[in-house]
């Protein structure tokens, strides 16, 4: 792993999400059922709608910073669900700062401003990640060491608020399972505060229960660390469910329940889930771009596969394999498992030759979780 991956991880551990949805203090119930109706947009990428919204807000409610950060989220989604287009940076940045510029004057009048503090963290928590997936790495690290300054300083005020448990519970969780996995990062970890994984997880499923804006934050934190991290796909479900079924056209929720589908099945659900992102990205829905349409390519070919349906399989895994070669600068592990399937397939079409091929093919590649041993494996003896 090299530095600037190592980097991004502790940014993405401190800069956290928590000031962002803690508390909408000063904003009455009108305010509050936009911003809510807002949010729901951004969820479900109406991103147009969610600017009217918040844009009202801001002309109600123009010395409160709560407008001015859900209007810098939506330009963060855009990003967010199209990592490799930059046209909504410098909106993003823009609305950042002017957020920030609303909170310190606030913070300028009275110092230990609650409000202010959870909207500030929560811009230098996003900004921090803006710049870390720019690789953009000193402004990332210092972003996100001021945000974590701030985290510590709201959970003195509110150590109770259930919003503020996303961050002090990813932030639990996160500062022992990264290291775990990760141990060229336990050196940096030194230098900041201790975590524990079974509070963490605990703080995290109770703002999940129980936040009044982060909920649905948390249930993403905690998709994160079951999956990737416990290995536990039954646990991440009922977390991805809840997601692609209140936020159905969410490209972001819909991949996560896909992938739980994967692991657990059913296989006709899983086959049907990625159909159905292959066909919103032919139909460009907002967020389903060639990296969704890659990895819906790749499922529906190993659903094919173990269906036994094995000519559609190698239709689908190829076409994984040409996208591939357009999106990637070296082999991703798509490109590198969707020709080790494709070698498989060959063995059971009883096509030797071809099969050797594709795994002498996927040696000349990195390895990926394990690919090369399984390649040696089946040219010492085929699939079956």
Request: glycine share 6%.
């Amino acid at each position: 792993m090299n530095m600037i991956r190592l980097v991004l991880l502790v940014v993405v551990l401190v800069a956290t999400t928590t000031a962002a949805h803690a508390q909408w203090v000063l904003i009455k119930s009108d305010g509050d059922s936009i911003l809510r109706r807002g949010i729901d947009h951004i969820y479900n990428v109406e991103f147009d709608q969610a600017h009217e919204d918040f844009k009202q807000v801001i002309s109600m409610y123009p010395t409160h910073p709560a407008g001015y950060f859900l209007d810098a989220m939506v330009e963060w989604w855009r990003i967010n669900l199209d990592r490799r287009n930059s046209s909504a940076d410098q909106s993003f940045l823009k609305k950042i700062d002017k957020v920030l510029l609303v909170c310190d004057q606030m913070l300028d009048s009275t110092p230990h401003n609650i409000t202010a503090l959870f909207f500030k963290g929560g811009s230098l928590g996003f900004r921090g990640r803006y710049h870390a997936m720019r690789e953009n790495m000193f402004s990332a690290a210092d972003d996100g060491r001021l945000a974590l300054d701030i985290l510590q300083e709201c959970q003195k005020v509110a150590p109770g608020n259930h919003d503020i448990m996303l961050g002090t519970g990813l932030y639990n969780y996160f500062a022992v399972a990264l290291p775990e996995k990760y141990p060229a990062l336990t050196t940096v970890m030194v230098f900041l505060p201790r975590g524990d994984k079974s509070l963490g997880l605990a703080q995290l499923k109770a703002a999940a229960r129980k936040a009044k804006y982060a909920a649905n934050e948390a249930k993403v934190v905690l998709i994160q660390a079951y999956f990737d991290f416990e290995k536990n796909p039954l646990a991440a479900m009922e977390f991805a469910t809840d997601l692609h079924k209140q936020y159905p056209m969410n490209p972001a929720f819909q991949r996560a329940y896909g992938r739980c589908l994967v692991s657990l099945g059913p296989l006709d659900s899983m086959e049907a889930c990625w159909r159905s992102v292959l066909v919103r990205y032919m139909e460009k829905k907002t967020g389903y771009d060639k990296l969704a349409a890659r990895e819906a390519l790749y499922y529906i070919g190993v659903a094919r596969m173990m269906n036994r349906d094995h000519e559609m399989a190698l239709k689908y895994l190829y076409k994984c394999d040409e996208a591939c070669r357009v999106l990637d600068e070296d082999p991703s592990g798509y490109m590198v498992k969707a020709n080790l399937k494709v070698g498989q397939i060959y063995d059971l079409q009883g096509k030797r030759d071809l099969a050797i091929k594709q795994y002498k093919k996927v040696l000349d590649w990195d390895d990926s979780g394990g690919s090369h041993a399984e390649a040696q494996r089946y040219i010492q003896n085929p699939y079956r």
